[in-house]
């Protein structure tokens, strides 16, 4: 059978393609019709839109594009799909109606840069005037509960901006991989004030040549981001391109990584006796045979750092894909006094432990245990090593740990957990004993945003007592979400920071006796 020819778009009228996939058995061959709608404000067809990833071009399978009736000189054909998105027409697939949708795949012709330029242009008109818009993640496994369940928290946070222009993201497939990832950096610093995509770095997945300031999209990332923050408090970033390669950025040098243990386990096993066993040579290693009052707070850092405290309680309402500090810190505890009788058996796992066992396995996969000078226990991505520096820079709201080259260059690891810098510590410093940050779900918003609770109160507040007055001409304006989160604007100047908060702004630290210094990032 042939290959499918496309026919061009009329671009001028604001044409598209839309795919009806054809109903029919699960495992049956996958039958599409292909043809071009015009899609405006004022003419919108109906159709749902996919969003999925495309998986490896190396990968693929073919499914046939039959005549529609009535169109003549239209033959059946075969297209080729990788097998993500085959997989995911089959899931889509129903037995006795047919579906209408939009996939950039298929609907876009790919050998054609032009029309895949100007399509690309499209795909905001195309995803906000769908009906809807179906995300594929591929075929159920074992951990899909569990992922869904950090999908769903991620997604509260998520506001969608189909307003591309605004980043200044144009699509150009004459340019690299590595050169359009670092694009999205700049343009992210540019018009957001972010440098939250350094989190995602690694020295251990990304192109050969690429800064290790600019995240690899192109590798397969399986570390669980670190959710309980921001170590900057959501500050401006304060950066700027120094040359191709080269980013000059703001932050404080908290501390210095002293040992790195690569005692972590792949996975602790589900499973009684196993899962105390490997409990046990972590605190053989960590808390030892300590009888002295330190082993209390030995066993408060190590418990709070395995689970990167990600605790049911720092969410409001009580997020309960978590255990609660007391149930982790109750488990890990009782394992201790078991190691140290050496004759009692191991607890029965119960649901909360195995919250605790899974928290743990989710937080440290990619992981190392690791010590500071100052004697604080924290997470660290593989790769790292004793001198690494742990440095907290605005705009990012995880703490880094950058990799010295010399006096002047360093080189991004990745992001860490580190006990005591999680909440604006390394900043501000500590939050009073009664406060602390948390994640509360507005339901008018749908989604989760940072506010300080008062323990002893019991009510929550915008504010961070650490802060005093706003400088002057600041003020926090009203807005459509101003239960959440503040907004601010100076009157003298007409800035508007919205949430980048002006005591947060280099010189402002500064005269907190923060000392505020400048990487320059290769």
Not at 39 to 57: E, H
Not at 393 to 416: D, K, M, Q, T
Request: charged letters at 25%.
């Amino acid at each position: 059978m042939a290959d499918y020819k496309y026919t061009p778009l009329d671009e001028e009228a604001g044409e598209i393609r839309l795919l009806t996939l054809l109903p029919g058995r699960f495992n049956a061959p996958i039958c599409i019709t292909l043809e071009t709608k015009i899609l405006s404000i004022k003419k919108i067809p109906k159709f749902t839109a996919l969003s999925y990833a495309w998986g490896s071009d190396l990968d693929c399978l073919n499914i046939h594009v039959v005549a529609k009736r009535g169109v003549q000189g239209v033959k059946s054909a075969t297209l080729s799909v990788t097998r993500n998105l085959f997989e995911g027409l089959k899931h889509l697939r129903q037995k006795r109606r047919a579906t209408v949708l939009w996939i950039d795949q298929l609907c876009v012709d790919q050998r054609n840069l032009e029309e895949r330029a100007k399509q690309v242009l499209r795909m905001p008109d195309i995803y906000s005037l769908a009906k809807g818009v179906i995300v594929w993640l591929g075929p159920e496994s074992a951990d899909s509960n569990l992922a869904m369940k950090i999908f769903n928290d991620i997604g509260q946070d998520v506001t969608v901006d189909w307003e591309r222009k605004r980043l200044g993201i144009h699509p150009d497939y004459t340019i690299s991989a590595p050169d359009v990832f670092e694009n999205l950096v700049l343009q992210r610093l540019k018009y957001n004030g972010t440098l939250s995509m350094l989190r995602f770095c690694s020295t251990k997945h990304r192109f050969k040549d690429i800064p290790s300031w600019v995240p690899d999209w192109s590798a397969h990332h399986k570390i669980t981001p670190f959710a309980i923050g921001p170590a900057d408090l959501y500050a401006r970033a304060h950066a700027y391109s120094v040359s191709k390669g080269v980013l000059a950025v703001t932050g404080v040098r908290v501390t210095v990584v002293h040992e790195v243990k690569n005692d972590l386990p792949r996975s602790i096993p589900e499973d009684r006796t196993k899962s105390a066993k490997v409990f046990q040579q972590l605190l053989s290693t960590w808390v030892g045979q300590d009888h002295s009052d330190s082993r209390l707070s030995k066993l408060h850092s190590l418990c709070v750092t395995l689970c990167a405290g990600m605790f049911s309680e720092k969410y409001i309402p009580s997020n309960h894909s978590y255990p609660t500090f007391k149930e982790a810190h109750d488990y890990i505890t009782r394992l201790y006094e078991i190691s140290l009788l050496k004759s009692a058996e191991p607890p029965e796992l119960c649901s909360s432990s195995l919250q605790v066992i899974r928290t743990i396995n989710m937080m440290t996969e990619g992981r190392l245990l690791i010590t500071t000078a100052d004697s604080r226990l924290g997470l660290a991505p593989e790769g790292t090593i004793s001198g690494d520096l742990v440095c907290v820079i605005l705009g990012c709201p995880s703490p880094l740990i950058l990799r010295s080259n010399n006096n002047l260059n360093h080189e991004v690891a990745g992001e860490c957990y580190i006990d005591g810098t999680m909440a604006g510590e390394a900043l501000l410093g500590k939050l009073p004993r009664n406060q602390m940050l948390v994640r509360k779900h507005f339901p008018d918003h749908r989604s989760y945003f940072n506010v300080f609770i008062d323990s002893a109160m019991g009510k929550t507040h915008l504010q961070d007592p650490r802060l005093g007055p706003l400088p002057a001409g600041w003020r926090i304006e009203n807005h459509d979400k101003d239960d959440a989160f503040n907004w601010y604007v100076n009157d003298i100047t007409g800035e508007v920071a919205r949430i980048r908060d002006p005591r947060l702004e280099p010189d402002a630290l500064r005269a907190r006796g923060v000392e505020i210094q400048e990487f320059r990032l290769v």
